[in-house]
């Protein structure tokens, strides 16, 4: 079974604080892809990598950035964190070449940005 | 633009009823589309996939039909559960298929009462 594990459940940060998510998966999948999701506006792509040290941008990248150094490692880092980055976030990752772009997820960080 | 929509109200079904689901998208010519369960505080967890070639597709009790001249995938689960309650989630390839980018509907929950 895949595997994807988020490094944190729950976090609370202060207002200007840099805070790292940190997202890994076991099964060698080539893409991985950070969301946010919230009441109402559903799962929103922040950003995604196709490869080691290959990112883009997803929907709403502002206030975001990511690295990916390995290829089973996905970082999200929020620079300076603000209080509507409040939020669920989920990491996933698929296997391009089955075709189906069928997406893993991990259980979700519940961010709390005071 | 580019349009997913499943019904954001809730569905309340007694237990052994069949639950229907849609997920009707505008602007779109999606190879596959796929379905996935969310249960609260978790990550979506992939169901099933259907492709444009096909009309319907089955496992134990979910069905799931792909209509591409009306839009519309209907997600059924038959002789429901109040295990089956959560939030389900349809989504499609977004731009072209190879990016892995998915573009997921808002949810509909799903309430199965004793």
């Known amino acids: 079974d895949v595997k994807v594990t988020q490094s944190s459940r729950y976090l609370v940060k202060r207002t200007g604080e840099k805070v790292f998510l940190e997202c890994v998966q076991d099964?060698?999948?080539?893409?991985m892809f950070w969301y946010r999701q919230d009441p109402g506006l559903g799962l929103r792509l922040i950003y995604f990598?196709?490869?080691?040290?290959?990112?883009e941008k997803g929907d709403i990248p502002e206030g975001y950035s990511v690295s990916r150094e390995k290829k089973e490692r996905f970082s999200l880092i929020l620079e300076s964190a603000s209080t509507n980055q409040t939020s669920m976030y989920l990491c996933?990752?698929?296997?391009?070449?089955?075709?189906?772009?069928?997406?893993?997820f991990g259980p979700g960080t519940r961010l709390l940005v005071l | 633009s580019q349009k997913i929509e499943q019904n954001s109200e809730a569905l309340n079904i007694q237990e052994g009823k069949t639950a229907t689901l849609t997920c009707n998208y505008t602007?779109?010519?999606?190879?596959?589309l796929q379905w996935y369960r969310q249960d609260p505080g978790r990550g979506p967890v992939f169901l099933l996939l259907?492709?444009?070639?096909?009309k319907e597709k089955r496992k134990e009790r979910l069905k799931v039909t792909f209509d591409t001249t009306l839009k519309q995938s209907l997600f059924h689960i038959t002789a429901s559960q109040p295990a089956d309650s959560a939030t389900y989630l349809c989504?499609?390839?977004?731009?072209?298929?190879?990016?892995?980018?998915?573009?997921f509907g808002q949810g509909t929950t799903l309430q199965v009462k004793p």
């Open positions: 996933a990752s698929s296997d391009p070449s089955r075709g189906q772009e069928t997406q893993y």
């Open positions: 099964m060698d999948h080539e893409n």
């Open positions: 990598s196709y490869d080691v040290k290959m990112k």
């Open positions: 602007n779109y010519s999606p190879a596959y």
């Open positions: 259907i492709r444009e070639n096909e």
């Open positions: 989504a499609l390839v977004g731009g072209s298929s190879n990016t892995g980018k998915l573009i």
